[in-house]
């Protein structure tokens, strides 16, 4: 690429690092107010104790552990994409790569953190962590609990890793380009590199060997999260197909947050040149794909259940279709599928706008299909002497309301302090001979100018 | 400490100068090539392409795999508390924690190598210019035997400037 083209890429995408408007502060303030709200809220729950929220014999778990399911769904959205991606060498992957990947690290983040919360003495975590104790009592490996602690760290600690191995020669980049303070930092994140064929090599490998070892590990991580429901004799957890279904779920959420999280991005930080309709138009595809996946289980398990018309069972089926939980179990099956299927199976449909209404649809729907695996089935086990009904108190709105507040803010300050698209990655990309065909460009082009 | 280096703006111009300073009798080891992003199909950017990597994760998967398999049976053997009816040792439940701590390692240790082999955290080399990350690519040599030669067959190749620091 020349050197003029190279100029204008690294100062469009380092414009959001060393510009700053009081728009920027003013959405950082109100983002960080409701957070500490949250963590006052969280204070005041530690100190009154777990009383304070609706969790309630037969409900032990409630919002706590939907949220934690749900973050780690949302989690799904990046590194698994984005090492499928890289596998496949998909040339439209690299302005995505990065936004999909922060938002894998911050939602395993909030997700693992719902488990602490909802421990009530959540200066006991340790516990959970194998070391021997003075009494030499280990961790019992054959809890499912006990799986998800190694799970959350292996995916976590590669996701990380696979998030912040790609910045370093854009740390180089903005060392090379800025001043004072900025330089030192920058300097020093970028642990001096040059970009020598050698560096470059020794990356790409490391990239590749990452990407094959972290897909097992993200499609792990969310049956893990299902075998915490599917090892209980609960109605309606105890299926072989929780594992496979949570996964689909899981990566149908991702998608969705990261549809928004690029549209966002998109927008605010004027990055039209590089998030192009192209990258909508495949990511909804992958989109109505996933929700013709989730539609597809949802009836699989449905039908399984009704056919099989075990008391048990059927009372939490009939209890989410038809009974009190009824308007949300509705409501979860438009904004996952209705909605989705709707607006991305038409092509005129399938616009940006298109995009984000379906994924903020798809964002709902799946908080909803979390709670609703959660709920019912605990509030209707077996014998109906022992049901339960479970309402929300303020302390677990205002915490979950508190991690999406968190998660945002997180991804801002991200966006400030790193660029939020891989400038080499782009930059390679652009080279003669990543050069799209000729089929390929035209067809690039009249999207570009249909959907601009 | 000197070195000699100029800046190229395509990869066949900056391949030419590297032909040109093996021309001239400098060895390839002694060649500095810097760019800001990969160079694919470039012969001069295909040096140092062999690694371990594949390899050492390998074997750190290996490691981990051992690890995990060691610690879920003397755990288990440490506090031989039956559970759920499962065995002492239940190897169903031990496999997830194997197979995390192996996918660990494996991760761990390409990292690790990454990070050694490409000599991160590490000083600047002595030849660098912010250019680089402009598009422009950095062919020199450092302390040269011949820097009259190095600077010729870097000009040949069509520098614009070539530096000597």
Same mark, same amino acid.
């Given at each position: 690429m020349?050197?003029a083209s190279?100029?204008k890429l ?33 204070a005041y729950?530690m100190y009154?104790?777990f009383?304070?929220?609706?969790i ?15 973050w780690?769904?949302?989690s799904?959205?990046g590194t ?5 991606l890289?596998?496949v060498?998909?040339?439209?992957r690299?302005?995505?790569t ?7 690290a ?8 719902f ?6 003495r959540?200066? %006991?975590?340790?516990? +959970?962590? #194998?070391?021997?104790?003075e009494? @030499? ?7 499912? /609990? ?8 292996t995916?976590?600690?590669?996701s990380?890793l ?10 180089a980049?903005v060392?090379d380009?800025?001043t004072g ?5 920058y300097g020093a ?11 470059w090599h ?10 094959i070892?972290i897909?097992?590990?993200?499609v792990?991580?969310h049956?893990i999260v ?7 004799p609960?109605?309606?957890?105890h299926?072989?197909?929780f ?5 689909a779920g ?5 998608i969705?947050?990261l ?6 991005l998109r927008?605010?930080?004027? %990055?039209e040149a590089? +998030?192009? #309709?192209?990258?909508?138009?495949? @990511? ?5 794909l996933?929700? /013709?996946?989730w539609a597809?289980f949802v ?26 939980f ?16 709707t ?7 399938r616009t940006?706008s298109?995009?984000?209404v379906a ?14 695996i959660?709920?019912?089935?605990l509030?209707?086990k077996?014998?109906?002497y022992?049901?339960g009904v479970?309402?929300p ?13 968190a ?20 930059k390679?990309?652009q080279?003669?001979t ?7 460009a035209r ?10 | ?8 703006p395509d990869?066949d ?11 001239a009798?400098?060895s390839g080891?002694?060649?500095t090539v810097?760019?800001?992003e990969?160079?694919e199909h ?5 040096t ?17 795999l051992?690890f ?5 049976r ?10 759920g009816?499962?065995?002492?040792v239940?190897w ?5 924690i ?8 494996a991760i761990?240790s ?5 990070l ?10 002595k ?18 035997a011949?820097?009259?030669?190095v ?5 040949g ?9």
């Open positions: 020349s050197e190279s100029r690294s100062d469009d995408l380092l414009r959001p690092l060393l510009e700053t408007s009081w728009r920027f502060y003013a959405l950082v303030a109100f983002l960080g107010s409701i957070v500490l709200m949250g963590l006052c809220t969280w729950q009154m104790g009383g304070m929220t609706g309630n014999n037969p409900i032990f778990w409630a919002f706590y552990i939907t949220n934690f399911v749900f780690i769904g949302i799904h959205a698994l994409i984005s090492a499928i890289r596998l060498n998909a040339g439209w690299r302005p995505v990065r936004c999909a990947e922060v938002i894998t911050f939602a395993l983040m909030i997700g693992a953190l488990p602490i919360i909802h421990l009530g959540p200066w %006991l975590f340790f516990w +959970l962590m #194998p070391y021997p104790s009494r @030499l009592i280990w961790p019992n490996f054959r809890s499912p /609990l006990v799986w998800d602690f190694f799970a959350i760290t995916y976590l600690t590669g990380v696979f998030l912040v191995l790609p910045m370093i020669p854009d740390f980049l060392r380009k800025t303070w900025r330089r030192r930092v994140l970028s642990l001096g590199w040059t970009g020598t064929p050698k560096q020794r990356l790409e490998s490391a990239m590749s060997i990452m990407a070892a897909i097992p590990v993200a792990s991580v049956t299902s075998f915490d429901f599917s090892m209980a609960v109605p309606m957890w299926s072989t197909m594992g496979p279904y949570f996964v899981a990566i149908f959420s991702g969705a947050g549809i928004i999280a690029m549209a966002a927008k605010f930080l004027h %990055l590089y +998030l192009q #309709p192209l990258h909508f138009q495949n @990511l909804g595809k992958l989109l109505l996933m929700s /013709l996946l597809y009836f699989a398990e449905r039908l399984t259940i009704w056919y099989g018309n075990e008391p048990s069972e059927i009372a939490v089926m009939y209890v989410t279709q038809k009974g009190s009824a308007p949300l179990y509705w409501t979860m099956v438009v904004c996952n599928f209705v909605i989705p299927f607006v991305l199976s038409l092509r005129k449909l940006i298109g995009c984000v994924s903020f649809g798809v964002v709902v729907g799946m908080w909803l299909e979390r709670f609703l959660v709920v019912p089935s509030g209707h077996y014998l109906p022992s049901w479970y309402r108190r303020p302390v677990e709105l205002m915490i979950t309301v508190a991690t999406f507040a998660m945002t803010l997180l991804y801002v300050l991200f966006s400030k302090l790193v660029p939020i698209i891989s400038i080499w990655e782009m390679a990309g080279h003669p990543h050069a799209p065909t000729p089929a390929v067809r690039e082009a009249v999207l570009g100018e249909t959907h601009a | 400490m000197s070195a000699v280096y100029a800046l190229y990869g111009s900056a391949g030419r100068a590297v032909n040109g300073l093996r021309a009798g400098v080891d002694a060649i810097i760019t800001g990969p160079i470039h012969e001069f950017f295909e140092d392409k062999a690694t371990w990597m594949w390899y050492i994760a390998s074997f750190g998967g290996l490691v981990g051992l995990a398999t060691w610690l879920t003397m755990t288990e053997l440490a506090w031989p508390l039956k559970t009816n499962m065995p002492i239940a169903w439940p031990n496999l997830i194997m197979f995390e701590l192996t996918m660990l390692f761990l390409a990292v690790i190598t990454l050694v082999t490409a000599g991160l955290p590490g000083r600047r080399s030849i660098y210019d912010p250019r680089v990350m402009d598009g422009r690519i950095l062919v020199g040599v450092a302390d040269p011949d820097a009259a030669a600077e010729r067959a870097l000009a190749a069509g520098a614009a400037e070539v530096i000597r620091n």
